[in-house]
């Protein structure tokens, strides 16, 4: 099994197929951390990595001048007796102090994984696959239980951990700080990837060394962000795609983040992950319990691919589990950019007509077509029909829609009020607030306060009503700015700082009401395109739009980021037209399409416009992804081959995981006169197979020609390319020939 424990030396040992996390208690009653890393035989003589000795300035325990918490690693580090590191958790007393020492009372193991409690979780529905481990630490003076919690997977190289808080006394104490997981590691040196952006520009690669000191990324926008991901992995600075080992942390949590590694003053390093612990406390009172968000911890000595493989597989398979987990998704047209706020019933069927004769699967009618939303300074909260854009109502058109063969998508921004609306006239106080101070606007918008559960009721009851109205399979759910003025003067003045969080809780219980009620409805989660990426979001929304960017080029830089943990099954990406309405920059018909076809492909322009060509080559595209692609996006792996962030191109490949069918796309983003040849290694391709190779390119190359190359060649050769201009692309379709294994490549030529 995946957890086996010493008993005499109380020492837990967590395997994954190619990795093990070790902990153990000391004989002074702390938990200590031993190991995480490729995989191991259990063994007593781990515990030899425990620093047992004290140093200049480093206190020890009372008399005991053998150790210090300062040089101890530990899995859940506190505050205040001499361990002068960032801590995992920080709690206030009735007493006003906050020195806490909390040390092992007892552990329990499960088959499976629990599920939590009011936050999304990773799921494990068959018994066999995880196994997870309690342990219990008590604080003896003010009776606080602190228990950690892990899973591990029989196979996937990942460790699930989350903490729970209960406060067994009869006083009140308030947590400050109440991070998900730390993890010490004893050696150095290190390099540190995180995924910075903006809007428009999300999840750039940055990878940076650590030294001593503390570097961080953290969210203090309410929602994960566009500013940062809560990712971060900790890799050798020698480690590639390929090779080298990683140590990666992801939190399933779309509010205010924190994660940090720390290289302290012995060159130990502490990383940790959680809610961000800035303008937030919670007030614990006697007998109740404070759940953390879940950290996903993942390992890979084989690189950036390994790591990203375990978190794709892991997402795919156990955090999103409705109805749409094992469909295939819809290719869509969405009428924003085509449209924008006007548009009127003819328009809107117009182009689901053309785009029903493309062979696309689903219209979306996004943003203004209710009450005054003729721009964006009105009218988010009444969704009530516009009567003099859709005269005969949402049902009506979505019928006309389905009747000319799309299913129908609407678009909602249900967290956000306009001052300009029935809804905030009647209840200014629904809004996020601080008493005495006035409210700042994002977007002409203000936020409604989902920490209220009459707030809350209120949405689930609202779109309830809209998404009865009509044939509603899809609905791209929005929000469009950040969250200030963090306050619910609802709440008693010593919980005010629950706000931030208690807001995520409200937003996941309407998510998890809504997505119960409405379960064939597809949800994409939208905030101004990927400001809220997050494992949160996707528990209950199988896919996010991934930016409001649209270009391709800087696409295919967006989603190579975004890939790093996420995997393109759960991105949306949209042909668009060009000049592109972000840019300005004219990529050419082909680069759209292979950009938006590496993820759940659609459109979003006037596809009634399209000229003959244009309509004819976009069948074409469709026809490929349906019969093709659609299953190696969804379902197969994907490999980055070229750094976008690096170099002037892109590359990447989907392959079926088995090696016999695969797909490699290939976009110039910045090209030279006289451009050096680009060769494009393959992976994880069968050595002594032989692939037939369609490419896909400029009519001269004749596109339907199959070539025959052998695996072996592919992956050390590699497939090659002259970039001829910027938006130069290619894609190559290779089927490997199961009827001969060559002996030799002069054959696989032959
Ligand atoms: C922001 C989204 O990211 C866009 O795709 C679009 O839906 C607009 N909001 C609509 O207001």
């Known amino acids: 099994m995946p957890i086996e424990i010493d008993r005499d030396h109380l020492i837990f040992h967590l395997n994954g197929p190619d990795s093990s996390y070790v902990m153990a208690i000391t004989p002074q009653g702390y938990l200590a951390h031993l190991y995480w890393g490729k995989r191991l035989a259990a063994s007593p003589t781990l515990l030899r990595v425990l620093p047992l000795m004290s140093r200049p300035f480093s206190v020890t325990r009372e008399r005991d001048s053998s150790w210090s918490l300062d040089l101890l690693p530990q899995e859940y580090p506190g505050l205040g007796h001499g361990d002068l590191r960032a801590p995992a958790y920080q709690v206030l007393l009735d007493d006003g102090t906050m020195v806490l020492d909390p040390k092992y009372q007892t552990h329990r193991v499960m088959a499976g994984k629990p599920t939590l409690n009011q936050l999304p979780h990773i799921r494990v529905e068959s018994s066999e696959m995880a196994e997870s481990l309690e342990i219990e630490l008590e604080d003896s003076y003010s009776q606080l239980h602190i228990t950690l919690l892990y899973t591990v997977f029989t196979h996937l190289d ?7 808080f209960v406060n067994h006394s009869g006083h009140s104490m308030r947590i400050l700080r109440a991070l998900s997981a730390t993890v010490d590691f004893l050696e150095h040196p290190w390099d540190i990837i995180s995924l910075p952006g903006a809007w428009g520009r999300e999840r750039v690669i940055q990878r940076s060394p650590l030294g001593q000191g503390m570097i961080s990324a953290e969210s203090r926008c309410g929602i994960s962000s566009h500013q940062a991901n809560p990712f971060w992995a900790m890799l050798s600075p020698d480690t590639t795609e390929e090779t080298g080992e990683v140590f990666a942390f992801n939190l399933v949590y779309s509010g205010n983040f924190l994660v940090f590694s720390e290289m302290d003053q012995y060159h130990q390093v502490r990383s940790g992950i959680g809610i961000n612990p800035l303008d937030f406390s919670w007030l614990l ?5 404070f759940q953390t968000p879940e950290a996903v911890l993942v390992y890979s000595d084989k690189g950036l691919e390994t790591m990203s493989w375990n978190f794709h597989a892991l997402y795919g398979e156990h955090l999103n589990q409705g109805q749409w987990q094992h469909r295939e998704r819809p290719i869509v047209i969405n009428n924003w950019e085509a449209t924008y706020f006007s548009f009127t019933e003819e328009k809107l069927l117009d182009i689901a007509k053309a785009a029903a004769n493309l062979g696309i699967e689903l219209f979306v009618l996004d943003d203004g077509w209710f009450a005054q939303r003729n721009d964006d300074r009105h009218s988010l909260g009444d969704y009530e029909v516009n009567l003099e854009k859709l005269p005969r109502g949402l049902g009506v058109l979505a019928e006309e829609i389905n009747r000319r063969g799309l299913a129908f998508g609407l678009w909602v921004e249900p967290e956000m009020v306009s001052p300009d609306s029935d809804l905030y006239r009647q209840h200014p106080d629904w809004c996020l607030q601080v008493s005495h101070r006035a409210s700042s606007w994002g977007r002409n918008q203000l936020v409604l306060d989902l920490s209220r559960e009459d707030v809350q009721n209120w949405i689930i009851k609202t779109l309830s009503k809209v998404f009865q109205k009509a044939n509603i399979a899809y609905v791209k759910w929005d929000m469009n700015r950040s969250l200030t003025e963090m306050g619910s ?46 494992p949160g979001i996707l528990y209950y929304m199988p896919q996010i739009w991934t930016s409001d960017t649209t270009d391709a080029a800087e696409r295919a830089k967006i989603q190579y980021g975004t890939s790093v943990v996420y995997p393109p099954a759960v991105m949306t990406a949209h042909v668009s037209g060009v000049p592109n309405h972000q840019l300005g920059r004219i990529m ?14 659609g459109y979003e322009l006037d596809l009634a416009a399209l000229t003959p060509n244009e309509r004819t080559e976009a069948i074409e ?12 996006v969804q379902w197969g792996r994907f490999s980055r081959l070229q750094d976008p962030f690096t170099t002037g191109g892109v590359s990447w490949m989907f392959s079926d995981g088995e090696g016999n069918e695969i ?7 910045r090209t030279e006169v006289n451009s050096i040849r680009t060769w494009i290694k393959l992976r994880h391709l069968h050595p002594a197979a032989r692939y037939h190779i369609r490419c896909f390119g400029e009519k001269q190359e004749a596109q339907d020609s199959w070539v025959v190359l052998g695996g072996d060649e592919l992956m050390s050769v590699g497939l090659s390319v002259w970039p001829g201009y910027d938006g130069f692309a290619r894609a190559w379709h290779l089927i490997r020939d199961k009827k001969r294994v060559a002996p030799d490549s002069n054959d696989l030529l032959s």
């Open 285 to 289: 009172e006697p007998h109740e319990t």
């Open 588 to 601: 050419p018909w082909d680069a759209r399409h292979w950009m938006a076809m590496s993820a759940n492909f």
């Open 663 to 669: 797909v490699v796309i290939y976009l110039c983003l």
């Open 158 to 164: 990942v460790v699930v951990r989350s903490v729970r």
């Open 489 to 534: 003067p609802w709440l008693p003045e010593k919980r005010r700082q629950e706000t931030a969080h208690r807001y995520v809780l409200g937003l996941y219980r309407i998510l998890d009401v809504l997505t119960g009620l409405f379960p064939q409805i597809l949800f994409e989660g939208c905030s101004g395109g990927g400001g809220r990426f997050d």
């Open 621 to 632: 595209y469709i026809q490929f992804y349906k019969n093709t692609l659609r299953k190696l």
